[in-house]
């Protein structure tokens, strides 16, 4: 089921790169796989919410999900996302993936995101801020 939803979303990913466009029956197969993570996600898309750090000149690329909360760090290429979902559900194998990294996916492919370029040097304060910002997020939920 897992492998699945990878799968399918993998197929309309190439075909929204290939269309430069999300169509109508792309969207709706989104929704019927995901339902209520394509719901979240579609609202992180519109809402423009998925940023992309370039930091120059090394060009080191940082994935960014502004939630609610807190600020989400999305490594595309592995699969990872530090929000909570991602931490309960998708590394306990209940889902794929979540939704942060679900609209990184659709963003990328739309080439439609935040683009931020930063110096260089603010890349460590920026990566603590993250972590700190994760860091309490996980310690608030431990409590509830
Ligand atoms: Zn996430």
Known sequence: MVHQELIVLDR???????EKTLSHSNWERLKRVFEERFDKAWRLVQE?????YVFQPSNRIVWIAV???AEY?????????????FYFRVLD???????????????????SYDLIKEEDEFYDLLLKEWKTQIFVNESSISYV
């Open 93 to 111: 194998g209940n889902t794929g993936i979540c939704y942060h990294l679900l609209a990184q996916k659709i963003v990328d492919a739309l080439n």
């Open 73 to 85: 760090q999305i490594f595309p290429k592995a699969g990872y996302c530090s929000c909570d979902d």
């Open 67 to 69: 939630g609610q909360d």
């Open 48 to 52: 423009k919410r998925i940023k992309k």
């Open 12 to 18: 309309i990913i190439n075909e929204i790169k290939t």
